[in-house]
């Protein structure tokens, strides 16, 4: 790719009437008045002025072409973004508190840097402290690491509960929400911010009353993979005496990878680096075409809402499909552009122009180290807590020189995935996702089913499965949901071949229900066999094994079982859809069709005698 863009406005409008001017002699050799008063210079001039705009518009590469180029590229202009982080509690509260949204946070080591709570809703700080943890595994429970003592695994998350026990309640005298932080491991890297993990569901009791389940007010772990706080609706605190719990299942939702807890601590608070500037007027209106408004808008956060008068006026990238009354007005860095009378209203002489309240940050300034102390004024001026991790995410707003650039990077670096072993490795490789299975069906189509579809090609991906010891049923298999679909296809897009259709989707489960029996060598334990023969088959088809599209057969079945050891001779082999009649014929599938075994019986016999069924 060149860094050269041609320079084609070579040409000003005085040169382009000199240059008609000098043709006037050869093609019209009559015409020999050439002062400005001749009615045929004014045309020459119109002229002139006609090709000097059309050369100008050829040449230009503005703002509006420059973002447009760069969004072909994936590339948008960015920032500036606020830096978040976490402040912890030293201690627990002498008595409950209320902190309002937004409410003033200050670091004491930097003063100068304005912090406020990242929650649009008040929050309740209880008086209470974490007095343990439980972590049950398979319905066993085992204590967890204190907290900030080492992460401590879920395993499987559907069969795993995290009792959070507390040394009294976290409720107030009537509703309240309570913010409960949660530092966990990083995953290989986060989810994607349209598909969160989980949901994960949260129980509450105190002493021994009933568990109550809690609305999830806001969750800025994303599932458990991110650190972050959870907002949670508690309850009135009621009559009930004693320490409160609070409890966490995972069975529903999806997890990728199993949740890593390294800290959990009830009033954490979320904090974000911004400052408030209330409304203000800017000036008046003179009236006059292309009024400039002096106004920094480097810092903001979002738009400034701008009024003349008492009228919102609307902030467009330009004017140029503005008409004679739109009230549009254009940003800039330093300052606010309002129309000239054809494109864009202008503001009508000694009307007001103000703006609303704006919200500022400092952008990359704004991160902070690790360990800081930070107050919460309304609490108190004594040190409320500290920031384990550093304030992150602060970021300047992109210029357009960045932008230009991060758009040459994008199209230098950017490689296709030209062949379907690169799809699939591609697919395969997505940190965060845990794609266990990933394979390309070209030309395929599952609403054409039967009709190959040119330029298109169908990524059929299963994630990972949970862990299994072996004997008796495996566990559920874990089939992509939607949202899961939809971050791998985002994931993927920027490199899918340019005019290329790309699915991305599950595979079409066919469950099945096998019947094996068998003869044992002499000898063999007959349960021990059957158990190999069941685990044998399960395995073969398991939602990672069996080829995709390929159909089942009693043959296939009888070869699994003839791999076991202590397996003499295969007998009768019957197959069929789960929960349908059982034979020998074939279980067909799709293409993008996969067998997965939901029931296996096995029985045996042995020197003539028959076994038992498993």
């Known amino acids: 790719m060149s860094d050269v863009v041609p320079d084609l406005d070579t040409i000003e409008f005085d040169q382009l009437v000199e240059l008609a001017r000098g043709e006037i002699p050869r093609y019209a050799p009559d015409w020999t008045d050439h002062n400005l008063h001749d009615p045929g210079m004014t045309l020459i001039d119109l002229l002139a002025w006609v090709v000097d705009q ?9 703002g509006r072409y420059r973002r447009a180029f760069a969004a072909l590229l994936g590339q948008q202009p960015t920032g500036p973004t606020p830096a978040r982080g976490l402040i ?42 974490l007095d343990g943890i439980g972590l049950t595994r398979d319905g066993v429970e085992s204590p967890a690491p204190p907290t900030g003592g080492g992460s401590w695994a879920l395993g499987r998350p559907a069969d795993s509960v995290v009792t959070l026990r507390f040394d009294g309640p976290l409720g107030a005298a009537g509703p309240a929400q309570v913010a409960l932080g949660i530092e966990v491991t990083p995953p290989p890297s986060p989810p994607p911010a349209d598909r969160p993990w989980g949901p994960v569901r949260y129980a509450y009791r105190v002493g021994a009353a009933r568990w109550r389940e809690l609305a999830v007010v806001r969750d800025g772990t994303a599932g458990l993979a991110n650190t972050g706080v959870v907002v949670l609706a508690v309850p009135p605190a009621g009559t009930a005496t004693g ?3 609070l409890r966490l299942t995972f069975d529903r939702g999806f997890f990728p990878v199993a949740p890593q807890i390294r800290a959990a601590a009830i009033n954490v608070l979320p904090v974000v680096q911004r400052r408030w500037d209330a409304a203000a007027v800017l000036g008046t209106g003179t009236g006059q075409p292309d009024q400039v408004i002096v106004l920094d808008t480097t810092d903001l956060l979002g ?12 902030g467009r990238l330009d004017f140029v499909r503005s008409g004679p009354d739109d009230p549009h007005y254009v940003v800039f860095g330093d300052h606010v552009l309002f129309g000239n009378g054809v494109n864009g209203r202008r503001p009508g002489t000694g009307a007001g122009i103000r703006h609303t309240g704006l ?20 609490l108190g001026p004594q040190a ?8 992150a995410d602060g970021a300047d707003r992109m210029t357009p020189d960045n932008l230009a650039r991060a758009a040459r990077q994008a199209a230098v670096a950017r490689a296709a995935l030209l062949t379907d072993a690169e799809l699939v490795a591609a697919a395969s490789g997505l940190t965060g996702m845990a794609v266990a299975r990933a394979e390309v069906l070209p030309r395929f189509d599952r609403r054409l089913s039967g009709h190959p579809v040119d330029g298109t090609r169908t990524l059929v991906v299963v994630p990972h499965q949970p862990p299994w010891s072996g004997r008796g049923r495996p566990p559920t298999p874990v089939w992509p949901a939607q949202g899961y679909l939809d971050a791998v296809a985002a994931r993927l897009a920027p490199r899918r071949v340019l005019g290329e259709r790309l699915v ?19 000898g063999a334990v007959a349960a021990d066999v059957e158990s190999a023969v069941q685990a044998a088959v399960y395995r073969r088809l398991a939602a990672v094994a069996w080829p995709l599209g390929r159909e089942l057969t009693v043959v296939d079945l009888e070869a699994v079982a003839a791999g076991v050891p202590a ?4 007998g009768a082999v019957q197959v069929g859809t789960a929960g349908g009649p059982l034979g020998t014929d074939p279980v067909a599938v799709a293409p993008d069709g996969l067998i997965v075994a939901e029931r296996v019986e096995v029985s045996s016999a042995v020197a003539g005698r028959a076994g038992r069924a498993r």
């Open 54 to 62: 059309q050369v100008f518009r050829a040449g230009l590469v503005g």
């Open 88 to 129: 912890w509690p030293v201690s627990p509260l002498p008595a409950g508190r209320i902190v309002q949204a937004a409410t003033e946070v200050v670091c004491l080591q930097h003063l100068d840097v304005d912090f406020a709570l990242d929650t649009d809703v008040e929050l309740y700080l209880p008086p209470a402290a």
């Open 243 to 245: 320490g409160a719990e």
């Open 303 to 314: 738009a400034p809402e701008v009024r003349v008068g008492d009228e919102p006026w609307e």
């Open 359 to 378: 919200v500022r940050t400092l952008g990359m300034a704004g991160n902070l180290r690790p360990g800081l102390s930070w107050a919460v004024p309304a």
């Open 384 to 391: 409320y807590g500290q920031n384990r991790e550093v304030l």
């Open 504 to 522: 991305v989707q599950g595979p079409a489960v066919v469950a099945v229900d096998v019947a094996v029996t068998v003869t044992i060598a002499a």
């Open 567 to 570: 397996v003499e001779q295969v």
